[in-house]
């Protein structure tokens, strides 16, 4: 199969792009996503079952770095696997719509109900390890997430609801103890690049 003409991914607001033009088309930020870009297209262009964890060596992944109406929070979970404090997301698991993958993990991992891109395209891309683990009651080995995330607005006021088979804790942490909260040591630098992105943004 090819994925070029057989993969395709809808944009918030109506239309589809093929997988690999939605990356192609992504503006990328440092070195190390322009890196990471050659990467993801590679890897498209090699196998077919890229959204799909049935490639256990690496799959894509949709996340959301959700913010408050005012830029100063950011919703975190506490993640039971990775005990740490992280953004929502999950797998694509075979959807095309990455955009909805972000927005619907938001609201399953948090419990609120309204969130909204703070606008439609992509946000930050990376390429992220993950350990070998533990999840429910199977053993998962060490791959790679493609990670795709999206900038996500949504109302601090909201009630929410912990997840537990996945997080432990949730809750709006100010944008400048992101970092610090993250015990995971390869996401520190993700999670300043967030906030730099979005200062650039809201600049």
């Not at 909201?158 to 809750?171: C, G, Q």
Request: proline share 1%.
């Amino acid at each position: 199969m090819n994925l070029n003409s057989s993969k395709k991914t809808k944009i918030f607001g109506g239309g589809t792009l093929n997988l690999r033009t939605l990356i192609e088309n992504y503006k990328t930020y440092n070195e190390q996503e322009a890196k990471d870009k050659e990467v993801f297209l590679e890897y498209i262009d090699t196998f077919d079952d890229v959204l799909t964890r049935k490639n256990e060596f690496a799959h894509f992944v949709s996340s959301g770095f959700v913010i408050n109406k005012t830029h100063s929070k950011v919703l975190m979970v506490y993640h039971n696997i990775y005990d740490s404090w992280s953004w929502t997301g999950g797998h694509a698991d075979g959807e095309e719509d990455l955009l909805s993958v972000a927005i619907r993990e938001v609201k399953e991992e948090t419990g609120i109900n309204n969130v909204y891109p703070v606008y439609d395209d992509i946000f930050m891309i990376d390429t992220l390890p993950v350990l070998g683990h533990v999840k429910k009651g199977k053993y998962v080995s060490a791959h790679i997430h493609l990670s795709v995330a999206y900038l996500l607005e949504a109302d601090e006021n909201e009630e929410l609801v912990i997840k537990e088979d996945e997080n432990s804790n949730v809750r709006w942490i100010p944008i400048n103890e992101v970092v610090s909260a993250s015990t995971e040591a390869h996401m520190k630098s993700v999670y300043q690049k967030a906030i730099d992105k979005n200062m650039n943004y809201m600049n």
